[in-house]
């Protein structure tokens, strides 16, 4: 019995550690992978300070934390479903990441003048859209009934337009915040691109 009462004691000193010699941290599993590197198209140093990579007073540093954050957020949430994003999705080997050309909407939106009958928000929401993913109107819409809802990107579409109300939460909007569009991820595809290309 003693010898039970001793072996149950050593194991559970060895279980929490107690005279073990401290192990070094594990690199993040981004340092491993350099997934940040490649996405943003960024040394380590531009969210860490090279002194001490712990360092979380590099606004950078905490901006990507809450970058982070988001895309976990987003893809538990309403990506879910759809596959999900990462960083790579909307950077594409780029700190900012692409914004849709004036041009590319534009010329929709001039193109279908007439079907928007002057109501300018629509046909600004309509041309983005569509320039966006690259698509006709009818990727989306039924022709001749433009509200009916039965269509696959109909309904993607009200699910994606949560995100626009999500993404501002995780961050503080008096320090820095993105200023999210369809474009980021889209760029002109229907599919998003999740890892960077061989």
């Known amino acids: ?7 149950a004691v050593g194991l559970t000193v060895a279980a929490s550690g107690a005279g073990v010699r401290a192990q070094a941290p594990r690199p993040a599993a981004h340092a491993t992978t350099r997934e940040y590197n490649t996405a943003l198209g960024v040394d380590c140093e531009h969210c860490h300070s090279p002194a001490d990579f712990a360092d ?3 606004p950078t540093y905490d901006f990507a ?3 982070q954050r988001m895309v976990a957020g987003l893809n ?8 999900g994003v990462t960083c790579w999705s909307c950077h594409r080997g780029h700190t900012a990441p692409a914004r849709l050309p004036r041009e590319n909407w534009e010329s929709i939106a001039s193109a279908h003048a007439a079907e928007f ?3 300018e928000s629509l ?6 859209y569509s320039a966006s993913l690259g698509v006709a109107c009818s990727h989306c819409h039924v022709d001749g009934d433009w509200s009916a809802g039965t269509k696959q990107g ?13 993404i501002p939460t995780y961050f503080d909007s008096a320090v820095r915040a993105p200023r999210t569009q369809c474009f980021m991820c889209h760029q002109g595809r229907t599919r998003i691109e999740r890892v960077a290309g061989p």
Do not use: E, N
């Not at 003693?2 to 072996?7: N, P, S």
């Open 1 to 7: 019995m003693i010898r039970f009462v001793a072996l």
């Open 56 to 58: 979380a007073t590099r």
């Open 65 to 67: 934390r809450r970058m």
């Open 76 to 83: 538990d949430g309403p990506l879910k479903t759809l596959g």
């Open 117 to 119: 009958g002057g109501r």
């Open 123 to 128: 046909s600004l929401a309509m041309s983005v």
């Open 154 to 166: 109909h309904r993607t579409v009200a699910l994606m337009a949560t995100i626009f109300d999500l």
